[in-house]
């Protein structure tokens, strides 16, 4: 059976201190792992899709990669307004299966 | 710009109602979701159809229904049936496959 599990549930940071987050997953046959954004009351915010191991993508301070396993968030120097859950999904038989978020705080 | 609207953004409904959520889409996508949300909670899934007069029922079909009449429209009914609809509904639409879905910005309907 597909999965999908997202680590931690949440997770706070000073402004200005990089981490990860991670979307761990079981798959027959990878056909995209997407990462989207969520801002509280609106609808998730579509990031980045990757299709295959050793696949790399970056946008501002977020930068996806993926294992044969897992796919990492790393946000770099996150700012306050990075600030917002974090959704990752896997293309299984024509739909998405979602892990259930990270949670991101940025203090300033 | 290409989008999807869903209406209202917020809905009150009484005890024994049904209620109908809207969710319009003008970006071609032959493919339409919906989704339920609860506080803390991932998304799951409730129908989705993947061409006009066609759908399926997703992991919590129970107590609501749709209809696919027009490859643009998606619209949901929460019956009565539903014995707590109370939650943060939304809709996505997707080209098929592979391709990653774009999302309406939600109604959040409350039972009174």
Known sequence: ?108 | DGGITQSPKYLFRKEGQNVTLSCEQNLNHDAMYWYRQDPGQGLRLIYYSQIVNDFQKGDIAEGYSVSREKKESFPLTVTSAQKNPTAFYLCASSKGQGYGYTFGSGTRLTVV
Not at chain 1, 22 to 30: E, P, R
């Open chain 1, 1 to 108: 059976e597909d999965q999908v599990t997202q680590s931690p549930e949440a997770l706070r940071l000073q402004e200005g201190e990089s981490s990860s987050l991670n979307c761990s997953y079981t798959v027959s046959g990878l056909r995209g792992l997407f990462w989207y954004r969520q801002d509280p009351g609106k609808g998730p915010e579509f990031l980045f899709t990757l299709y295959s191991a050793g696949e790399e993508k970056e946008k501002e301070r977020l930068k996806a990669t993926l294992t044969k396993k897992e796919s990492f968030l790393h946000i770099t120097a996150p700012k306050p307004e990075d600030s917002a859950t974090y959704l990752c999904a896997l293309d299984s038989n024509y739909q998405l299966i979602w892990g259930a978020g990270t949670k991101l705080i940025i203090k300033p």
